[in-house]
C-alpha cells in the first residue's frame, strides 16, 4: 500500500494506492471525508495529520517515500506520486476451487468480507483438518461463486469421480458423468451422482421423491415408467448408466418381512399426462397436477380410479384439510387436479363438490421505498450482479423473466426489454431503462455472453436460486429489515409508476397482467395523496 499527495479540484488530498481488495475498501471507508475516484480508480482522504494518522493506525505497512521523516507525516506525503506499476490494481489470484461430485472445496487466504460471503452460501462450513471451505454443490453455488472471486480464481477443477457409500458398509467411486441406479430391497430406486440441474428437476417433478441428505442421494419408488424415465433424461443429459439390484443379506431378511413399503402403488394414467400436453398446459402445471393426482389415486389403491365416487372425492379431501392440514392453495390445486381427470381426460360433465373452498386470503406484497431501492443497488460492487438487480427493478420483470432473457432481447434504441413467452405463454415489451445501459455495456464487456443475458459457468443459463441469492443478500447489505425477495422488485415496480402518475392501463401492459384488478392491487400500497388526509387524532386537544 502506498501514500502520496495530490491535488483535486484545487484540493489537497492522499491518495491511497493498493491491489484491489474489499476488506481493505471497507477499512478505508471508515476515514472521515474517504472518497473513491472512478478516474484514477484510487481512494483519496483528507489532506492533514490526523486523516493521515488514522491510516497509518489501520495500516501500519503503508509506504510512503521517505521513511526517514516517519516522523512528520506531512513532509512524508507531498513527496510527487509513485508511478503506477502496470497492472497493480489487479485482484491477486489466490482463490483454489475444486467440484468434487456434491460438494465444493475453495482454499483462499483469510478474508472477512470473504468469509461472509461464503457462509451466505447455504450449509457452508468450514474443514478444520484440511484448512479449506467446503460449500455444498447445490443450483447456482458455483456461478456465485465463480462471479465473487472471478479473477481471484488461479484454478478451477472439476474431479472425473468421486467417492460415495452405496450402503452402509460399501464404498465406490463414482464418475461425475455416471448415474448409479440401486433397486433397493425396500421397493425404492436409489440414484446416486454427480450434480445435474435437469436430471434434478426431473426427479423432483416424481411422487414421492426425497433426498438423503447425510448419504446425498435421491430414492424415488421403483416403477418401470419411472425407472425408463430417469435412463431416458440421463441419456438425453450424456450420462453413463449404471444399474444394480441390492442383495437381500441374512441379516435383512427379517427386517425385510416386517417393513411395510408403498403397496400396490399406481403412477399417473398416461392419458392423464397426454391430456395435459395436449391442451399445453403450463411446465409448472404439467408437474404439479399429476403428482397430486396421483396421491388421490393411491390413497383409494384398491379401487378402479373410475369406481371412485363423489362421496369418495369429498372424503379425500377433507383429509386433506383436517389430517393432513395442507393449505389453502394446495386444496384448491388438489381439487382442480382430481377434477381434470373426470371432466377433461374421461369428457365427463363438470363436476360439482359440496365442499367449500377456502376464501383465498387478501394479503398486501410487501414494497420498498425509492431510498432503499437506491441504496440497494449502490452497494452491489459486483457488476453482474448490480445488472440483475437494476433490471429486474427498472423493467418489472418476474425471475424467471429475468433468467430467460437472451442479449437480442434488449433493444437500447427503442429503450425497450423484449419479454418472451412469460407467464400464460405471452410475449411483451417493457421498459428499458437509461441507467442500465451503460451497466449492461460494461458487464457485457468483462463476461462476453453468448447467447443469455446472464450466463453461468460454461455458458449455461444462470439458475433461478443464484438470482434469488444475490437479490437477498444485496437486500441484507443494504440493511432492509422487510421480508423482500426478486418478486419484491417487480412489486416496486408497479407502485412506484402509480405513484409518479403512471396510468394503471400502461402499468397493467407493462407488468403482463392479463386482468386488471392484479394491477389495482398497487393502488392499495401507494402512498400518494396520503400526505393530504388529515388524521381525525390530530384535531383532538390532548
Same mark, same amino acid.
Request: charge should be positive; glycine fraction near 4%.
Given at each position: 500500500?502506498?501514500?502520496?499527495?495530490?491535488?483535486?479540484?484545487?484540493?489537497?488530498?492522499?491518495?491511497?494506492?493498493?491491489?484491489?481488495?474489499?476488506?481493505?475498501?471497507?477499512? +478505508?471507508?471508515?476515514?472521515?471525508?474517504?472518497?473513491?475516484?472512478?478516474?484514477?480508480?484510487?481512494?483519496?482522504?483528507?489532506?492533514?495529520?490526523?486523516?493521515?494518522? *488514522?491510516?497509518?493506525?489501520?495500516?501500519?505497512?503503508?509506504?510512503?517515500? !521517505?521513511?526517514?521523516?516517519?516522523? !512528520?507525516?506531512?513532509?512524508?506525503?507531498?513527496?510527487?506520486?509513485?508511478?503506477?506499476?502496470?497492472?497493480?490494481?489487479?485482484?491477486?489470484?489466490?482463490?483454489?476451487?475444486?467440484?468434487?461430485?456434491?460438494?465444493?472445496?475453495?482454499?483462499?487466504?483469510?478474508?472477512?468480507?470473504?468469509?461472509?460471503?461464503?457462509?451466505?452460501?447455504?450449509?457452508?462450513?468450514?474443514?478444520?483438518?484440511?484448512?479449506?471451505?467446503?460449500?455444498?454443490?447445490?443450483?447456482?453455488?458455483?456461478?456465485?461463486?465463480?462471479?465473487?472471486?472471478?479473477?481471484?480464481?488461479?484454478?478451477?477443477?472439476?474431479?472425473?469421480? $468421486?467417492?460415495?457409500?452405496?450402503?452402509?458398509?460399501?464404498?465406490?467411486?463414482?464418475?461425475?458423468?455416471?448415474? %448409479?441406479?440401486?433397486?433397493?430391497?425396500?421397493?425404492?430406486?436409489?440414484?446416486?451422482?454427480?450434480?445435474?440441474?435437469?436430471?434434478?428437476?426431473?426427479?423432483?417433478?416424481?411422487?414421492?421423491?426425497?433426498?438423503?441428505?447425510?448419504?446425498?442421494?435421491?430414492?424415488?419408488? @421403483?416403477?418401470?415408467?419411472?425407472? @425408463?424415465?430417469?435412463?431416458?433424461?440421463? *441419456?438425453?443429459?450424456?450420462?453413463?448408466?449404471?444399474?444394480?439390484?441390492?442383495?437381500?443379506?441374512?441379516?435383512?431378511?427379517?427386517?425385510?418381512?416386517?417393513?411395510?413399503?408403498?403397496?400396490?402403488?399406481?403412477?399417473?394414467?398416461?392419458?392423464?399426462?397426454?391430456?395435459?400436453?395436449?391442451?399445453?398446459?403450463?411446465?409448472?402445471?404439467?408437474?404439479? @397436477?399429476?403428482?397430486?393426482?396421483?396421491?388421490?389415486?393411491?390413497?383409494?389403491?384398491?379401487?378402479?380410479?373410475?369406481?371412485?365416487?363423489?362421496?369418495?372425492?369429498?372424503?379425500?379431501?377433507?383429509?386433506?384439510?383436517?389430517?393432513?392440514?395442507?393449505?389453502?392453495?394446495?386444496?384448491?390445486?388438489?381439487?382442480?387436479?382430481?377434477?381434470?381427470?373426470?371432466?377433461?381426460?374421461?369428457?365427463?360433465?363438470?363436476? $360439482?363438490?359440496?365442499?367449500?373452498?377456502?376464501?383465498?386470503?387478501?394479503? %398486501?406484497?410487501?414494497?420498498?421505498?425509492?431510498?432503499?431501492?437506491?441504496?440497494?443497488?449502490?452497494?452491489?460492487?459486483?457488476?453482474?450482479?448490480?445488472?440483475?438487480?437494476?433490471?429486474?427493478?427498472?423493467?418489472?420483470?418476474?425471475?424467471?423473466?429475468?433468467?430467460?432473457?437472451?442479449?437480442?432481447?434488449?433493444?437500447?434504441?427503442?429503450?425497450?426489454?423484449?419479454?418472451?413467452?412469460?407467464?400464460?405463454?405471452?410475449?411483451? @415489451?417493457?421498459?428499458?431503462?437509461?441507467?442500465?445501459?451503460?451497466?449492461?455495456?460494461?458487464?457485457?464487456?468483462?463476461?462476453?455472453?453468448?447467447?443469455?443475458?446472464?450466463?453461468?459457468?460454461?455458458?449455461?443459463?444462470?439458475?433461478?436460486?443464484?438470482?434469488?441469492?444475490?437479490?437477498?443478500?444485496?437486500?441484507?447489505?443494504?440493511?432492509?429489515?422487510?421480508?423482500?425477495?426478486?418478486?419484491?422488485?417487480?412489486?416496486?415496480?408497479?407502485?412506484?409508476?402509480?405513484?409518479?402518475?403512471?396510468?394503471?392501463?400502461?402499468?397493467?401492459?407493462?407488468?403482463?397482467?392479463?386482468? +386488471?384488478?392484479?394491477?389495482?392491487?398497487?393502488?392499495?400500497?401507494?402512498?400518494?395523496?396520503?400526505?393530504?388526509?388529515?388524521?381525525?387524532?390530530?384535531?383532538?386537544?390532548?
Amino acid at each position: 500500500m502506498k501514500a502520496s499527495k495530490i491535488e483535486i479540484n484545487g484540493e489537497k488530498r492522499i491518495k491511497v494506492e493498493f491491489p484491489y481488495n474489499h476488506e481493505i475498501a471497507l477499512l +478505508i471507508k471508515q476515514i472521515p471525508g474517504a472518497r473513491w475516484d472512478q478516474t484514477m480508480k484510487a481512494w483519496h482522504i483528507p489532506y492533514g495529520k490526523a486523516s493521515f494518522d *488514522q491510516l497509518k493506525t489501520i495500516f501500519p505497512e503503508v509506504e510512503y517515500p !521517505n521513511k526517514a521523516s516517519e516522523k !512528520n507525516h506531512e513532509k512524508s506525503i507531498t513527496v510527487a506520486p509513485v508511478p503506477t506499476v502496470p497492472n497493480q490494481n489487479k485482484p491477486a489470484k489466490n482463490v483454489s476451487v475444486q467440484v468434487i461430485g456434491r460438494k465444493i472445496i475453495l482454499k483462499l487466504p483469510k478474508n472477512a468480507l470473504d468469509t461472509h460471503f461464503i457462509t451466505s452460501l447455504r450449509y457452508s462450513r468450514w474443514d478444520g483438518k484440511q484448512f479449506c471451505w467446503v460449500v455444498p454443490n447445490y443450483p447456482g453455488n458455483i456461478d456465485l461463486i465463480n462471479d465473487y472471486f472471478n479473477e481471484r480464481i488461479y484454478q478451477m477443477i472439476v474431479h472425473e469421480d $468421486f467417492d460415495v457409500k452405496t450402503n452402509a458398509d460399501s464404498q465406490r467411486k463414482i464418475k461425475t458423468n455416471q448415474l %448409479l441406479i440401486i433397486k433397493t430391497i425396500t421397493g425404492r430406486l436409489r440414484l446416486i451422482f454427480g450434480f445435474n440441474k435437469e436430471l434434478c428437476y426431473q426427479i423432483k417433478s416424481m411422487p414421492f421423491n426425497n433426498w438423503d441428505g447425510k448419504n446425498k442421494w435421491w430414492t424415488i419408488p @421403483y416403477s418401470e415408467k419411472f425407472l @425408463y424415465e430417469i435412463k431416458a433424461k440421463a *441419456q438425453v443429459q450424456g450420462l453413463e448408466i449404471l444399474y444394480e439390484e441390492e442383495e437381500i443379506r441374512k441379516e435383512d431378511k427379517v427386517r425385510r418381512i416386517s417393513r411395510i413399503d408403498i403397496p400396490n402403488y399406481r403412477s399417473c394414467p398416461d392419458e392423464y399426462l397426454r391430456k395435459l400436453r395436449e391442451l399445453r398446459y403450463t411446465k409448472n402445471t404439467i408437474k404439479t @397436477y399429476p403428482g397430486m393426482f396421483e396421491e388421490f389415486i393411491n390413497y383409494y389403491n384398491t379401487m378402479e380410479i373410475d369406481q371412485i365416487g363423489d362421496k369418495l372425492i369429498i372424503a379425500f379431501l377433507q383429509y386433506l384439510v383436517i389430517d393432513r392440514q395442507v393449505s389453502a392453495s394446495y386444496q384448491n390445486q388438489s381439487i382442480n387436479a382430481i377434477k381434470f381427470y373426470y371432466e377433461r381426460v374421461l369428457g365427463g360433465h363438470r363436476k $360439482f363438490y359440496f365442499l367449500d373452498r377456502p376464501l383465498k386470503a387478501f394479503k %398486501l406484497p410487501n414494497v420498498l421505498n425509492v431510498d432503499e431501492i437506491t441504496d440497494t443497488i449502490k452497494l452491489v460492487e459486483n457488476i453482474k450482479h448490480k445488472a440483475i438487480i437494476m433490471i429486474t427493478y427498472g423493467g418489472g420483470l418476474r425471475l424467471s423473466e429475468v433468467i430467460n432473457l437472451k442479449i437480442k432481447d434488449i433493444d437500447s434504441k427503442r429503450m425497450q426489454i423484449f419479454v418472451r413467452q412469460a407467464k400464460g405463454r405471452k410475449d411483451r @415489451y417493457t421498459l428499458l431503462s437509461k441507467k442500465v445501459v451503460p451497466v449492461l455495456r460494461e458487464y457485457y464487456k468483462e463476461y462476453k455472453p453468448k447467447e443469455w443475458l446472464f450466463e453461468g459457468v460454461k455458458g449455461l443459463q444462470y439458475s433461478e436460486s443464484s438470482v434469488y441469492t444475490i437479490v437477498k443478500e444485496a437486500f441484507k447489505r443494504a440493511g432492509i429489515t422487510k421480508k423482500a425477495s426478486t418478486h419484491t422488485l417487480r412489486h416496486c415496480f408497479g407502485t412506484h409508476l402509480l405513484e409518479n402518475g403512471t396510468d394503471i392501463r400502461y402499468i397493467q401492459m407493462l407488468m403482463g397482467h392479463s386482468n +386488471i384488478k392484479t394491477t389495482e392491487i398497487y393502488t392499495h400500497m401507494t402512498t400518494k395523496g396520503f400526505d393530504k388526509i388529515e388524521n381525525p387524532l390530530d384535531k383532538l386537544e390532548i
